[in-house]
Every structure is written in structure tokens, then in C-alpha cells.
């Protein structure tokens, strides 16, 4: 490792990405739309929220669809 090279920006895709951060939230509040998740899963990129809002959809009650609904805007 070179001292002298710039050392790369600390954090997570989710801190860097309020979007992403959100669907994250929305994965953590709604459980029951994601019991398939290994619970370390975590969403990583904004390729992986479309697959946020389609198991809140399908899986969600009326509150998880309205936040669905709010994240898809976002996009």
C-alpha cells in the first residue's frame, strides 16, 4: 500500500444515497415483505430498489404499498 495515494471515501452505498437509505428503512420496518432475505442482505445499489418496491407491493399491507408508492417516485 502507498502512503501516498489517495485513500478511498469511507461509508456505505446507503450513506452516500438517501434513496437507497430509505429503501433500506422500508426493508427494516416491513420485515413480513422480506422474509426471504438472508438478514444480513442489505440493498446495495439503486438497480436493487425496484425489487424494494415490488415485495412491499406484493407482500405489504396498505402502509407498506403508500411507502412503495412514495419510493418508486424517487426513481
Known sequence: ???D???PAHGTASTLDPLIARAEE???QFKE????WHPDARVLTRDDIPMVIKN???YGN?????AAQE???CL
Open 1 to 3: 500500500m502507498n502512503l
Open 5 to 7: 495515494e489517495p485513500t
Open 26 to 28: 422500508l426493508v427494516r
Open 33 to 36: 415483505c422480506f422474509w426471504f
Open 56 to 58: 412491499l407491493r406484493q
Open 62 to 66: 396498505k402502509q407498506a404499498w403508500r
Open 71 to 73: 419510493l418508486r417516485k
